[in-house]
């Protein structure tokens, strides 16, 4: 089976779905004759030419309006705004007209539409190229929400949300477009290559929308995480020698909640991972749901690690990133408790 990095993964759902259904069009910032600044679209203007994968101008409620009504009409529209920071201009089309024309037009109308972003930080990028910004779609309704963190994941859910009959907001951590990161950044970095879940099959496969995937099993502490966030979640129960259990949400919108349940319900204890800041995160929201669902089954107070309610600093990037020592200490108190 090929082996891909996260950006060739991306790349190729976006080809075998234009190949699949001419409605299937891409558009976006420097997508076209450039190939996305992330190169994840390129060739697929030269493959199906202008009128179906072009540049659109720098104007993000432009090209998320526009795209709402080509799904309106019957297209898939699959666009990209170049950085999620940047997405804030097009919230108000995303949330007032994409997430809701089902509903105000009593089904008459449907938007499937994807709107993917790059997500997170761990490059550099600073406070305008760094943000997760998950917590604001995931309040509403009308709209899915998807991080994936390996590249045949990414195939599999990019396919799944183009072929979903309502709006998806595809979250794609742009730390691991390349490769794993553990969240030890003074250590050499793993390209796809060498990582078991860069296989990724060349023509059509899908990966449901709304279900978990158990990345590390364990007894002794579940922690739930998504993104880049499924590595250092992993690196830090190795680090600390716990026994965790490892869920990689995969969809944040459905949620995948029996699984988490199962596993809360097994280990008694619970900690939440994610590069967002913390206040209001979608941490908060999966804290009280487990809390509602497995009260009678915790052994410890339920722990976040997040990033910190400030703007993502340039200098001090890794003290701002929650990485294997924070979660470490985390799960250190949680089996303390």
Request: proline share 7%; with cysteine; net charge negative.
């Amino acid at each position: 089976m090929p082996r891909m990095t996260m950006i060739e993964a991306i790349r190729s759902a976006m080809d075998v779905s234009m190949a699949r259904d001419d409605n299937v069009v891409v558009f976006g910032e420097d997508v076209g004759y450039f190939g996305g600044v992330f190169r994840c679209t390129a060739g697929l203007q030269q493959k199906y030419g202008n009128s179906r994968c072009f540049d659109a101008p720098i104007n993000e409620s432009g090209i998320v309006g526009a795209a709402i009504g080509m799904a309106a009409y019957g297209l898939r529209p699959c666009v990209e705004v170049q950085f999620a920071d940047y997405v804030y201009p097009a919230y108000d089309q995303i949330v007032s007209e994409a997430a809701r024309l089902r509903y105000r037009s009593n089904g008459q109308f449907t938007c499937p539409l994807v709107v993917r972003m790059p997500t997170g930080g761990g490059i550099f990028g600073g406070q305008t190229h760094s943000q997760s910004p998950e917590a604001l779609f995931t309040h509403v309704s009308g709209l899915k929400v998807v991080v994936p963190s390996n590249p045949y994941d990414a195939k599999g859910l990019l396919i799944a949300a183009i072929e979903d009959p309502d709006p998806v907001i595809f979250l794609e951590p742009k730390r691991l477009y390349n490769g794993p990161f553990d969240g030890h950044h003074d250590r050499p970095v793993t390209a796809w290559s060498k990582h078991p879940l860069s296989e990724t099959p060349d023509g059509h496969y899908t990966v449901p929308l709304g279900k978990a995937e158990i990345r590390r099993e364990g007894s002794a502490v579940t922690l739930l995480a998504y993104g880049t966030m499924v590595y250092v979640a992993q690196a830090a129960a190795d680090d600390a020698g716990i026994d965790a259990e490892v869920i990689d949400l995969r969809t944040l919108l459905p949620l995948d909640l029996d699984t988490i349940v199962a596993s809360v319900t097994k280990t008694g204890r619970c900690v939440i991972v994610h590069e967002a800041t913390l206040t209001s995160g979608f941490g908060a929201e999966l804290a009280a749901l487990v809390q509602q669902h497995c009260f009678y089954n915790l052994e410890a107070p339920i722990v976040r690690v997040t990033g910190w309610d400030t703007p993502y600093p340039h200098a001090q990037e890794w003290d701002y990133f929650p990485g294997p020592k924070r979660v470490g200490e985390a799960l250190i108190q949680v089996m303390e408790a």
